[in-house]
């Protein structure tokens, strides 16, 4: 019946730009022809063609119990069936609410969005708002999402397809952001000195996962809140990637021994659907309308069906969940780094919780900062990617990406990846050069 996928791909490009509605989906960093998928249940994942895969995508996140889990499934039925969308505030809105503030305790009160993105945007406008001031820190290689001020030397699809930035962000907005090496501390500090009055906030990844992973080193996020509050800045923690996979309390959980001001929530609230959130101490968010002066809205904040498959996730996320999660990455990290090496392929393993990537190349020790992370041998990936891909193991597109495991990843599916890996280290140990 010919390639479905390419058919699909053909059609897609005549009325969508790159034929994708998010970039990295184009396969542009690793090539061929890039899977449209039909279906999900538990581990995998059906293509147009009708192959399964055992998938380490996991929707970028959000599917930690497994896909279509049935609970959550069950929640997203009954809220359609009571309405798609009101316009209006629902008590399910304050159960959710309630539900983060029991998992994250710094968290006084909480704002739905619907998008990461949207999130990040506004504890930005929130955090100038309440001080006043006009430039913002952030870390080369963190992806806060696509809004201006944000993506200068970001991480995720900037780092796949080796942009620079974007067109359409003025030098104007752009000059608002100070970009620092991450895990430099000195960097952050000789900012600060430099132009300590006129910074609003820091915001940082919890731990960095838009360009592979890259953990914080210890203590670095305790320092940069002490560092911001020395000079009456604020702390935003983005948990967009990390909040509610790497532990019930996201990556702060982990890494205890500070209090951000701000934190940013998407993926796993929403189980699957479009939802995002900010939290944080009550005064600063009652700094948003419409009890403070600080402007935010949506049409769909708090969508009924989106906040129903929040709670089933949330609800089912409990503490056999993340031990299962933590097993299955411990496990497949371990094996990919014995297959590499078997075959005599440099690499190092990339672990923040039970979230990981690789980095290929001969590294004295691990990469901590985005300039490390893209000297690495990457052209190694694309091959790498393709044979697993071939043997049914779906892999994020891009070697600037974390991978995602589920609680549904049961010993069969683990063994299919097992089974993948000796021929996939023997594809990336024959690679010679980046690809034309």
Same mark, same amino acid.
């Given at each position: ?8 791909? #053909? ?44 998938? +380490? ?37 304050? #159960? *959710? ?12 009160? *909480? ?39 944000? *993506? ?8 796949? +397809? ?56 210890? =203590? ?6 002490? +560092? ?25 959980? *982990? ?36 009890? =403070? ?8 904040? =708090? ?21 299962? $999660? ?5 496990? $497949? ?27 290929? =190349? ?26 697993? $891909?071939?043997?049914?193991?779906? $892999?994020?597109?891009?070697?600037? #990406? ?35």
């Amino acid at each position: 019946m010919g390639d479905v996928n390419l058919a699909q791909f #053909e059609r897609a490009q005549r009325v969508i730009p790159g034929g994708v509605n998010s970039p990295v989906r184009a396969f542009r960093s690793v090539g061929g022809t890039p899977r449209f998928m039909v279906s999900a249940r538990g581990p995998y994942i059906v293509d147009a063609q009708g192959r399964e895969y055992v998938d +380490l995508v996991a929707s970028w996140g959000p599917a930690i119990l497994g896909h279509a889990h049935p609970a959550v499934v069950s929640a997203v039925q009954e809220a359609v069936a009571r309405g798609l969308s009101f316009g209006a505030s629902t008590p399910a809105e304050t #159960e *959710l609410a309630e539900a983060v503030l029991a998992r994250v305790p710094f968290v006084d009160k *909480l704002r739905l969005v619907s998008t990461g993105t949207e999130a990040t945007m506004t504890a930005i406008r929130l955090a100038r708002g309440y001080t006043g001031r006009p430039l913002l820190i952030k870390f080369a290689g963190h992806y806060h999402g696509h809004s201006d001020s944000l *993506l200068a030397e970001a991480g995720s699809g900037l780092a796949t +397809l080796s942009l620079p930035g974007s067109a359409g962000v003025t030098e104007a907005t752009a000059a608002q952001t100070l970009v620092l090496p991450y895990n430099d501390l000195d960097a952050v500090r000789a900012a600060f000195e430099a132009n300590g009055p006129d910074i609003a906030a820091v915001i940082t990844e919890a731990a960095a996962a838009n360009m592979g992973v890259v953990a914080p080193d210890d =203590g670095f996020n305790a320092a940069l809140t002490d +560092l911001a509050h020395e000079y009456g800045a604020l702390l935003i923690l983005d948990e967009v990637l990390t909040g509610f996979r790497v532990s019930e309390a996201g990556y702060w959980g *982990l890494d205890r021994g500070y209090t951000p001001d701000l934190v940013t929530f998407g993926k796993v609230i929403g189980g699957g659907m479009p939802l995002a959130a900010v939290g944080g101490r009550a005064d600063l968010m009652d700094f948003l309308a419409p009890t =403070g002066p600080v402007y935010q809205a949506g049409t769909l904040s =708090g969508n009924p069906v989106a906040v129903a498959a929040g709670l089933a996730t949330l609800a089912y996320a409990d503490e056999a969940v993340y031990d299962r $999660l933590d097993v299955v990455a411990d496990t $497949l990290s371990s094996a990919v780094s014995d297959a590499l090496a078997a075959e005599g392929v440099a690499h190092r393993v990339q672990r923040a919780g039970n979230l990981f990537s690789f980095v290929f =190349g001969d590294f004295a020790s691990a990469p901590r900062t985005y300039a490390e992370v893209q000297s690495q041998e990457a052209f190694r990936y694309r091959p790498f990617f393709h044979a697993m $891909l071939d043997a049914g193991v779906s $892999l994020p597109p891009s070697v600037f #990406e974390a991978w995602f495991v589920t609680a549904a990843h049961d010993d069969a599916a683990i063994d299919r990846i097992l089974q993948a890996l000796p021929a996939a280290a023997r594809a990336a140990a024959a690679a010679s050069s980046a690809p034309a």
